[in-house]
Nanobody, 118 residues
Framework: QVQLVESGGGLVQPGGSLRLSCAASGIIFNIADMGWYRQAPEKQRELVAAITSGGNTDYADSVKGRFTVSRDNAKKTMYLQMNSLKPEDTAVYYC????????????WGQGTQVTVSS
């Protein structure tokens, strides 16, 4: 019904920047909130940033001031601009989406690896 595909991950040096994209396709008329999660080895998956259909945003304390989430509804794409990257940002980053009137995450992307290392 809905497919999410992430892109833009890679290897960067500390202090560098990356821009992740999440392209949505399929029957997406009822998608409301979207978000970015990340999971590092041997750690729990955590919410990094979220954005509603109206553009309201929320961030994990660890990334406030460094990351910016946005969405372009015309292009059916969500973005995560990551600046001042740190080694502790290294993780697999996942795109997610929630349907209207749903209290759970309904769709997940396949994940994209972000590695921050000198």
């Amino acid at each position: 019904q809905v497919q999410l595909v992430e892109s833009g991950g890679g290897l960067v040096q500390p202090g560098g920047s990356l821009r992740l994209s999440c392209a949505a396709s399929g029957i997406i008329f009822n998608i409301a909130d979207m978000g970015w999660y990340r999971q590092a080895p041997e750690k729990q998956r955590e919410l990094v940033a979220a954005i509603t259909s109206g553009g309201n945003t929320d961030y994990a304390d660890s990334v406030k001031g460094r990351f910016t989430v946005s969405r372009d509804n015309a292009k059916k794409t969500m973005y995560l601009q990551m600046n001042s990257l740190k080694p502790e940002d290294t993780a697999v980053y996942y795109c997610s989406a929630r349907r209207r009137s749903s209290s759970k995450i309904n769709y997940w992307g396949q994940g994209t690896q972000v590695t921050v290392s000198s």
